[in-house]
């Protein structure tokens, strides 16, 4: 092949020479005898050359482009082979985020908020949920959680929640002991509908379903102890305590919560628990022995009337209502009362139309503690 080449290239080399004759030749020839070589002048032979060089470098050059495009085209080529056996995925279905929790919250200044989360579902994968934002409860104002998610094929969803940090005014929680009892469910349904959290302080009573049903709605449980029975739980440190354990345990069990929040039968003010003790002053021991075990119990400053006062539903709001203070109410009432149950739309109606917020119990919130007399 390169000897067909190089022989040809020869042959064009003499066929530009035949072309162009040289009419100095003749003298040229008489002047430089001496460097006659194969009929040819040296001259005419460095020229030769330098084309037989160019034919080669040409050749070459023609022949690493070819086969450079030839690679190029295959790769191509089998690129869109592979493309064409891969069956194209058709998805313009964004994923979708739920947010736990409400889409607008609220927590008090100087307290701990907790990303309730979102939950992703997407028809054909699984897209990881992105977060972002942050809320800083020192400082008051309006703060905004981003969450987004993008599918295999890049259709993109996003969601947001609005925190508030506001100061403690205006503020009420609502609270209910004794249960879960046959009007929890009912009560539960209220405070779904105007998307409000209230604090439940629980015994052994009821189903552990409802349990379950406060929690995973959002609401705070807090712990009454199981059998709520004074003249067991107040006859010894050790008798309360293992009662309020049964009790903590029976949450984490329904839940999978375990609640370190309380409240003593007859909050700590209660002068009953003397009939039992012993004169032992047991309700100076438990609010000391409860910090010491690492919980947090509360009172209230707001008395519905619940529990014995009245049975008058209309009293129970109107109670509630002219004791609502600027700060924090801590409210108490009873689940397992219908009566009372029935004023909680009302108290909620009025609280709302008032500027006041209702907000769950956590270690966080105001005590409401009452003097211990005993
Ligand atoms: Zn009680």
Redesign the pocket.
Known sequence: MLKLFMRSFRGVAQLVEQRSPKPCVASSSLATPATKYNGLSMAKKRRYRWFRIIGFVLFFMFGLVNLGMFLVVMILEDERYIASLKPEIVDEQAPTIVLNGASETKVLVNSKYEEPGAEVFDNRSEPELKIEGEVNTSITGDYVIKYSAIDEVGNEAEATRKVSVIEPYRIIYLTF??GPGQYTAELLDILKKYNIHATFFVTGAGSDELLKREYEEGHAIGL?TFS?NYSYIYTSSDAFWADLIRVQERVEAATGYKSFLMRF?GGSSNTVSRRYDGRSRIMTTLTREAGERGFTYFDWNITSGDAGETTSTDVIVENVIYQLKEGSSIVLQHDIKGFSVAAVERIIQYGLENGYTFMKLDATSPTAHHPVNN
Request: negative net charge; without cysteine; glycine residues 0%.
């Open positions: 002991d004794d009454h709520h039968p």
